[in-house]
Each structure stands twice: as C-alpha cells, then as structure tokens.
C-alpha cells in the first residue's frame, strides 16, 4: 500500500498545520505494518509569476496558481493507493485525485461560520460563497477526518455531510508540554523566574495567561472584561497579571484595557519562537484562560493541562470535548462566570490539585502515536475496499 500525504504548502501558511503533517509524517511509516510506504509531495508557488507581475500583486497570484493549477497538476500525476489531502484549505485537491481512494482532514469551519455572523469576525466577502465549493470538494472523498466531533457534528448540521462519511482523529500533544522541563524542579524554577523578571511581573503575583492569534473568535474582550471584576474579586487584585502570548491586541482591545483601568497589568509577550518556550511560560502561570467562541481543536488547553497548569475555558464548540472533566468550562461570553471560574482556580487549593492531576491525565491520551494509528486505521478501509 502506497499512500501520498498531500499537506497545506501554498496560500495558508500555518504553524498548526506543519506540525499535523510532519507529526504524520514520521509516526506513520513507524507504525504501519511491512508493505506500506508513505510519501508526501512537495508544492510551493509559481515563482515564474512573481518575475512576470511585480509586487505583492505576483506573490499573490504566484500562490494562487501554485495551489489551483501547479498543485492539483502534480497531484494527478501521482500514483497512490490512498491520497491524504490534510487540510480543508487545499480541498480542491480533492478533484484532481481518485475520490474513492482519497482521504481529507477537516480542521474547523470557522471562516464559514464567520461569513453567516455566527462568530463575530471578518471575513472574506465570497467566503459564504466558497467554503460551501470546498465542502462539496470534500464529500469526493471516500472519507473526512475531522479534529473533533464538534466539527463533525457542524459539518453534518449545516452541509448535510453523512455522519458516516466522517471520522473523528485527534490530534496528538509535543512532548515537551510536561510538568517538569529536562533538569526537574530547578530548572523550572530558573524558567518562571526568568519570564517574571523579562515581563516586570513580581514574584508573588498570579499570573493569568491567554494565547491568541489575529482572529477575533478568541474572545479576548470577554477576558479583559473578566480580569477586571476578578481584581475586584480577589482580595489581592493588584497582584493578578494577564500574560497574553501571540498575537497583538487589536486596537479597539487596547483602547478596552485603559478604558478598563488594567494597563499596567497587562503584558503582551509576543510570539514563543518554540514549544519549550511556550511550556515554560504555561509553567509559569498560575492558570490559563481560553474563552474561545469557537475552536475546532484547541491545543493551548492540551498543553497547559500537560504542563500541570489549571484551565478555565469556554464551553464552546470542541472544548468540553477536548478538555473533558479536567478543567474549568463557563459560557463563551458570560464575564462574571469567567471570573469566578478564573478566582476559583487561583485561590482554590484543593481543586487546583484536582484540576493538575486530572489534566495531566486528560492530555496524555492526545498522543501523536494514537493520531497516527487512527489515521492508518481510516487507511486500511480503503485499502480493503479498493484491493
């Protein structure tokens, strides 16, 4: 059995995603039984345009004539047994290649959701249009892998998809994200010291700490509204510190923090180059905050839970899923439940814990290895199918 992966290489450059398929990538040829192979293609844009248009103008058209001419090219000019197309993104894909042998993972559907106002952020203004082209791009294929079954169950509810047709696979966790850096105790220790002393932030301070990217459905103005009755919450409000890491706040976000009195207990850190950096900051905080409105996955709660770091999330969309009876869920944009969900978790010290050793346990069943042996699983069904 041949199978060809097929990853989000042109027009959606995204960390989440190489790390899906490099983690398939190598997991898969160490699990797979004598008599498979595994090959990913390599596609990027059509540099030819970027010398013919100047500008941002031939980058873009380079990219898109990579992903819709360039890529689907190639990918009909290979031979497999199974195609494993791994993000929606590229789903056009799916038209170049053997829908019956043909594998496709769908990560979320939030620019969709987005284009009908069911969450509230921008987006594309014939997106309503084409994602809808994409999912019938999807259901070509002989299966559809989603991250979690709240995706499946969205995919099924407004496109009719047969439940049937898809697969829930979850995604798996780096080993990084554990309680304990290599070198134990001190070494963390030295870590937490080190980010308190870069971000001005006091040693015996709580540390409430949010990641975000550039997209409004990680609901940063619910927790910036939080934060400010949960200083008036706890008895120690001068001491409680929203450590952000990501992206920037949008500027409506920042004129929210003055307008809120919190300025100068707000730190942005910026982007974590690597995950051992971000693990040390999860090990740093004193709980995570990630009220998303949506998440078709959610790894920040994953890897704070592995890191032995109290949750306190939304229960939207896949998170109760993902984080199970292991963190602390409120409703997405109920304030004073985030609040008091986020001064139980830090004053608490009972369930804090309780949280710490059920969500260790929670996040170690997200295993790269598991990932893979359900991916192959999936595999295996067309392969008997089309032998």
Same mark, same amino acid.
């Given at each position: ?220 103005? !619910? %927790? ?8 008036? &919450?706890? $008895?120690?409000? =001068? ?5 952000? /890491? ?107 814990? !309780? %949280? ?8 170690? &069943?997200? $295993?790269?290895? =598991? ?5 192959? /699983? ?10």
């Amino acid at each position: 059995m041949k199978v060809v992966l097929l990853p989000n290489l042109v027009g959606f450059p995204a960390v989440s995603m190489e790390r899906y398929a490099n983690e398939l990538f190598e997991q898969l040829p160490r699990i797979a039984p004598s008599g498979w192979s595994f090959d990913r293609i390599v596609c990027g844009a059509e540099e030819r345009l970027v010398s013919l248009i100047p500008g941002s103008q031939g980058e873009k058209w380079a990219s898109r004539a990579g992903r819709f001419v360039k890529y689907p090219r190639i990918a009909a000019q290979t031979v497999a047994d199974v195609y494993h197309v791994l993000d929606h993104s590229h789903a056009n894909l799916a038209n170049a290649v053997p829908g019956e042998k043909t594998v496709i993972t769908c990560h979320d559907i939030i620019p969709y959701l987005a284009a009908i106002g069911k969450i509230p952020m921008a987006s594309g203004r014939l997106t309503k249009y084409t994602f809808p082209q994409r999912v019938r791009s999807m259901r070509r294929c002989r299966y559809i892998l989603t991250d979690s079954d709240s995706t499946k169950q969205d995919l099924h509810h407004y496109f009719q998809v047969p439940l049937e047709q898809m697969q829930t696979v979850y995604l798996g966790l780096n080993p990084q994200f554990t309680r304990f850096p290599e070198g134990g105790e001190a070494v963390q220790e030295s870590q937490t010291q080190a980010i308190r002393a870069k971000h001005g932030i006091p040693p015996e301070a709580k540390i409430i700490f949010h990641i975000a990217g550039t997209l409004r459905y990680k609901n940063t103005p !619910t %927790l910036l509204k939080a934060v400010r009755e949960l200083r008036e &919450l706890h $008895t120690s409000g =001068n001491d409680l510190w929203l450590l952000r /890491a990501g992206g920037a706040f949008f500027p409506d976000e920042e004129d929210l923090i003055a307008e809120l009195g919190i300025r100068e207990r707000v730190v942005h850190a910026g982007r974590i180059p690597d995950d051992a950096g971000l693990a040390a900051y999860y090990r740093a905080s004193d709980v995570l905050a990630f009220p998303s409105l949506y998440e078709g996955f959610g790894w920040p709660p994953l890897e704070a839970m592995a890191c032995g770091t109290p949750v306190v999330t939304s229960n939207a969309a896949s998170l109760p899923e993902v984080v199970g009876d292991a963190g602390l869920t409120v409703p997405p944009t109920d304030v004073s439940a985030l609040a008091h969900a986020l001064y139980t978790a830090l004053t608490d010290e009972a369930l804090r814990r !309780t %949280l710490r050793a059920k969500g260790m346990a929670q996040s170690a &069943l997200f $295993t790269w290895e =598991n990932c893979a042996k359900n991916t192959l /699983a999936v595999y295996r069904r067309i392969g008997e199918n089309t032998v």
